[in-house]
């Protein structure tokens, strides 16, 4: 059973910054590609930023170079520093996997962007 576990949310003004974490388990986490997404009111889930095993990342539009993912196979965790946060950022975020053609996700980190 794959678990994801995120962490590192909170409530930050425009142009600040937020490191979010999500440390997985059930999964061999050094080969699989791990998600970022994130969901704000009103709108659909959207893919943030994606890193395969070894280490290839993807980013929206909306966020690159504002946004980096990276991971530690080590702690089977994976991170999203969050740079230059503007109020449209404010969302859930979520942390993915694809396993066995199936899609587990985290409870998800609110991140609001707000002064």
């Known amino acids: 059973q794959v678990q994801l576990v995120e962490s590192g949310g909170g409530l930050v003004q425009p142009g600040g910054s937020l490191r979010l974490s999500c440390a997985a388990s059930?999964?061999?986490?050094?080969?699989?590609?791990m998600d970022w997404y994130r969901q704000a009111p009103g709108k659909e889930r959207e893919l943030v930023a994606a890193?395969?095993?070894?280490?290839?990342?993807n980013y929206a539009n909306s966020v690159k170079g504002r946004f980096t993912i990276s991971r530690d196979n080590a702690k089977n965790t994976v991170y999203l520093q969050v740079n230059s946060l503007k109020p449209e950022d404010t969302a859930v975020y979520y942390c993915?996997?694809?396993?066995?053609?199936?899609?587990?996700w985290g409870q998800g980190t609110q991140v609001t962007v707000s002064s």
């Open positions: 890193i395969t095993g070894g280490g290839t990342t």
């Open positions: 993915s996997v694809l396993k066995s053609s199936r899609r587990y």
């Open positions: 059930g999964t061999i986490f050094s080969i699989v590609t």
